[in-house]
């Protein structure tokens, strides 16, 4: 216990967007279905994940996101897998959510907060592996080739490299033009490629049910 709010205190950004997600989660309770309430909490969580991240990573340095690499070590592959299980859950939730509201009058507003879930939760995704990325990387070593990631053309990549590596796995399937070095770093960008896949796919399902709908 002691331990998982050491991990808590030390990513504000995730504390914060939980903090966010219970508390619209149980406003939205006294008034939403289940599923509903849990959608609108992991929508609004996610969002402020997203929002306070962005601005953590845009006042990093450097130095900063090595000592943030070495503070955030311990337990990292614990949060990672909390993070993938809760988005895994949020797919969930959606299908749960579009069955519940099948034919009632809430049926339009389930399927528009069903998209936007999946949105959401697929820029989650990324975001939380980007920063994975950039952790793992300044814990590589001092010299580049000790490093788990090759930037072409830059030895001191900020953040905005890792969300280039991170969304280019996630849109496309491949490391473009950054190199991978190490199977342990193979392997983790082998199980995002895998989570982006099936997010994509959902993004798809949706889209095709929502536009069934319109056209029924």
Known sequence: MRGSLTHLRNR?????????ALLAGGVAAAWLRPTTAVLTGWDCGVAAYILLAGILMSRATVA??????????????????????A??????????????????????????????????????????????YAHDYWLG???????????????APDY??????????????QVSDVTTRGAGMRRLVLMHG????????AVLALGVNLAAGLVG
């Open 12 to 20: 504000p950004s995730l504390s914060g967007a939980l903090a966010v």
């Open 64 to 85: 900063s996101m090595r000592r943030r690499a070495r503070l955030l070590d311990p337990g990292k592959w614990g949060v990672l897998a909390g993070a993938v299980l």
């Open 87 to 132: 988005s895994l859950a949020a797919l969930v939730a959606i299908v749960a959510e579009l069955v519940s509201a099948k034919g009632s009058p809430h049926e339009g507003m389930a399927a528009v907060l069903s998209g936007v879930t999946v949105l959401l939760s697929w820029g989650f995704l990324h975001v939380f592996f980007a920063q994975h």
């Open 141 to 155: 070593g001092q010299s580049v080739e000790e490093r788990s990631l090759d930037f072409p053309g830059n030895d």
């Open 160 to 173: 905005v490299e890792f969300l280039y590596f991170s969304f280019t796995v996630g849109m496309t399937a």
């Open 194 to 201: 895998a989570l982006s896949f099936l997010f994509n796919t």
